[in-house]
């Protein structure tokens, strides 16, 4: 099990078009793929679930990946976040 913790930057937060790209990069890897904010967890392949969470800009979550190709998600799904998930 790996984790990180990640702001994110997206001027309107994990609103449905990031959260989508978020989960769409999330479900290509095998690892289950969630995200700590708060007291919540959520999991990052669930848009229902992203979404959910509430999550706004300068917000700070702690994504955690466990499986066979948990360090792969980790390094992919912070590099998505860090450049604005397509915003």
């Known amino acids: 099990m790996v984790s990180q913790?990640?702001?994110i930057k997206?001027?309107?937060g994990l609103h449905l078009r990031p959260a989508?790209?978020?989960c769409k990069e999330a479900m290509q890897f095998k690892s289950l793929i969630?995200?700590?904010f708060r007291d919540s967890t959520a999991n990052?392949?669930?848009v229902l679930s992203v979404l959910g969470a509430c999550v706004k800009c300068?917000?700070?979550i702690e994504?955690?990946?466990e499986g066979v190709d948990e360090e792969e998600a980790l390094k992919a799904l912070v590099s998505a976040i860090e450049s604005g998930l397509g915003e």
């Open 10 to 12: 997206n001027p309107t």
């Open 63 to 65: 994504l955690t990946c």
């Open 44 to 46: 990052a392949k669930s």
């Open 5 to 7: 913790k990640v702001v």
């Open 58 to 60: 300068g917000d700070e």
């Open 20 to 22: 989508g790209n978020l």
């Open 34 to 36: 969630t995200f700590t």
